[in-house]
C-alpha cells in the first residue's frame, strides 16, 4: 500500500510536443527521467514521478466472516471489510484517488453487494471489480474508508475467488 505521484497535463492547442526524453523534479529536486510521446493540441497525459513519501497509506483488514443462512442452510455467505486510510503529510491539499477490487460474479445466483463507502467509480478504466475514490485531502488529514463486501451463494454450490 503506497501512493505514487502522478502530474497530469493537457496539451495547450498549437504545434504538437514531439517526443523526447523529459527531466523530472519534484519541489526543485530532481527525482529522475522520463519520455513523452508526441502530444497533440488538447491531448492528456500522465507522468510518473514515483512513491509518494509524504502520502502514508494503510489497508487493514476489519473483518472476515463467513456462514450460512436459512433454515437449512439454504445458502453460503462471505463478508470482508477493510479500512483504508490516507494522510497526507504535505504542506498543502493533495488530490487522491484511492483504487481497489471488488469480487463480480459470473453466475446470476451469486451475488456480490459491496459495503461501507460507495465507490466513486467502478470498473475503473473498463477493468471489472475494480473501483476507486477520488478526494482532496487537506495538510496533515486523514481520509479513511470503509470498504467491505458480501457474498452470497446457494448452498449447493461451490466458489473459488480468481
Known amino acids: 500500500a503506497k ?14 510536443l514531439l517526443t523526447g526524453p523529459v527531466s523530472l523534479f519534484r519541489d526543485g529536486v530532481f527525482v529522475g527521467t522520463g519520455k ?27 473483518k472476515q466472516q463467513r456462514g450460512e443462512t436459512g433454515l437449512i442452510s439454504s445458502s453460503r455467505t462471505d463478508s470482508r471489510s477493510y479500512k483504508i486510510s490516507v494522510t497526507n503529510l504535505h504542506k498543502r491539499p493533495v488530490s487522491v484517488t484511492i483504487i481497489d477490487q471488488a469480487p463480480v460474479s459470473a453466475d446470476a445466483e451469486i451475488k456480490v453487494d459491496v459495503l461501507g463507502t460507495p465507490p466513486t467509480k467502478r470498473n475503473v478504466d473498463d477493468k471489472r471489480g475494480v473501483v476507486s ?21 446457494p448452498a449447493a454450490k461451490e466458489i473459488r475467488y480468481r
Open 133 to 153: 475514490w477520488v478526494s482532496e485531502i487537506a495538510p496533515n488529514a486523514e481520509k479513511v474508508i470503509d470498504f467491505g463486501y458480501r457474498v452470497s451463494w
Open 3 to 16: 501512493a505514487y505521484l502522478y502530474a497530469e497535463m493537457t496539451m495547450a492547442s498549437g504545434a504538437p
Open 36 to 62: 513523452l510521446p508526441t502530444l497533440a493540441g488538447g491531448e492528456d497525459h500522465k507522468l510518473g514521478f514515483g512513491v509518494d513519501d509524504r502520502v502514508r497509506v494503510k489497508h487493514t483488514v476489519r
